[in-house]
Each structure stands twice: as structure tokens, then as C-alpha cells.
T-cell receptor, first 111, second 113 residues
Framework: GENVEQHPSTLSVQEGDSAVIKCTYS??????FPWYKQELGKRPQLIID?????GEKKDQRIAVTLNKTAKHFSLHITETQPEDSAVYFC??????????FGTGTRLLVSP | NAGVTQTPKFQVLKTGQSMTLQCAQD?????MSWYRQDPGMGLRLIHY???????DQGEVPNGYNVSRSTTEDFPLRLLSAAPSQTSVYFC????????????FGQGTRLTVV
């Protein structure tokens, strides 16, 4: 089955810096790669997703890149703000909504 | 429009007790699923359903049962609670079975003593 690895487990940046979180997946049949943000004590919420027919997607300060050959995808957050502090999860799915999640990255943005 | 609603929010069980975690969605989503979240392990799929009357096992199904008698409801049953089932449980729903955004409930924090 699918296995998703996520790095780093924690990431501390200064406000205004960029943050990059990386994930690798094992199943070449996976074709959907969402990213979820989870604030302390809250539910995970989708922030951006990418499908395997696209190499990059951007939404304001957030972007995701996908390298199908290397089987890795990354989340890029530019101009980080304190409210970006949260745990971020990547996931992969080959279909039918069966998401396999990474272990999460705790992002801390210091003012 | 309440989205995905889970009850209860907190529960303490004794080892061996059984209970049902409730999940309901009002978005007419076909796909519903249950995940458990443990520190350092992300979210792991327990069971899922692609429609009323259809359920299947996920990555960690042992000790849990589900049923889907209606589109709206997807309860998770713990048959005989064990300390290893101490976790935060999330229910999620999605429109259709082709990959789309999963909407999560607010979670149930379960402690088994």
C-alpha cells in the first residue's frame, strides 16, 4: 500500500520568511495530493491540493509542487505570518478518497 | 449547513466497555470515513464508506465496526475498548468517490483507562 513520508517534523521560521515542507510517496498510482492545516485543538482543513496531471499550483502565499518521476511533492509558504503557525499534513491518494497521510510538520512562525 | 458533526467531543471509557461515536453530515456527500490521530503518526484510516449500505476497511480496522444505513450517518463502534484505542477520532466526508476535498468533523477525544 501507499506510504507517505513527511519532513521536517518541526520547522521554526521568522515572520516574513519562507517555509518549505516536503513529502515523498511510494505508490506511483497515487494521483491526488492534498495538504491540510490543523490548528491546535481544531479539525484538519484543506489549504491546497494538486492532481497528478499538474506540476505546480499556487494560491496567494501558498504553492505546491509535484515531481511524479521522483514521487515527491512540496508545500511552499511565502511571507509567513504568525497565524500560519499550525501542524501541516500532506496526503496521497490513488482514488476513491482513500487518503494516506504523512506524520505532520509543526510550523512555528515567530514575530 | 452544519457540515460534519461528531458526538461526543470527549469520552472516557473503561477497558472492555463498548460505545458508539456518532458522525452526521448534511452535505449529501457519498463518501464518509473515520480516521484516528495519534501523536507523531498523522491520521490513519479506520473504515470508510462509498455510499449507503457499503463499507470497507482502512489501514487500522481492528477493534472497530461501522455501518452506513443512510447517506447522512456513519457511526463508529468500539466493541471492547482497549487502552491502545486512546486517540482523537475524526470523521470526514467528501462529495463523490473521485478525489475531492475531505471535510472533517471537530473530532472526538477518547481516553480508555
Amino acid at each position: 500500500g501507499e506510504n507517505v513520508e513527511q519532513h521536517p517534523s518541526t520547522l521554526s521560521v521568522q515572520e516574513g520568511d519562507s517555509a518549505v515542507i516536503k513529502c515523498t510517496y511510494s505508490d506511483s498510482a497515487s494521483n491526488y495530493f492534498p495538504w491540510y492545516k490543523q490548528e491546535l485543538g481544531k479539525r484538519p482543513q484543506l489549504i491546497i491540493d494538486i492532481r497528478s496531471n499538474v506540476g505546480e499550483k499556487k494560491d496567494q502565499r501558498i504553492a505546491v509542487t509535484l515531481n511524479k518521476t521522483a514521487k515527491h511533492f512540496s508545500l511552499h509558504i511565502t511571507e509567513t505570518q504568525p497565524e500560519d503557525s499550525a501542524v501541516y499534513f500532506c496526503a496521497a491518494s490513488e482514488g476513491f478518497q482513500k487518503l494516506v497521510f504523512g506524520t505532520g510538520t509543526r510550523l512555528l512562525v515567530s514575530p | 449547513n452544519a457540515g460534519v458533526t461528531q458526538t461526543p467531543k470527549f469520552q472516557v471509557l473503561k477497558t472492555g466497555q463498548s460505545m458508539t461515536l456518532q458522525c452526521a453530515q448534511d452535505m449529501n456527500h457519498e463518501y464518509m470515513s473515520w480516521y484516528r490521530q495519534d501523536p507523531g503518526m498523522g491520521l490513519r484510516l479506520i473504515h470508510y464508506s462509498v455510499g449507503a449500505g457499503i463499507t470497507d476497511q482502512g489501514e487500522v480496522p481492528n477493534g472497530y465496526n461501522v455501518s452506513r444505513s443512510t447517506t447522512e450517518d456513519f457511526p463508529l463502534r468500539l466493541l471492547s475498548a482497549a487502552p491502545s484505542q486512546t486517540s482523537v477520532y475524526f470523521c470526514a466526508s467528501s462529495y463523490g468517490t473521485v478525489n475531492t476535498e475531505a471535510f472533517f468533523g471537530q473530532g472526538t477525544r477518547l481516553t480508555v483507562v
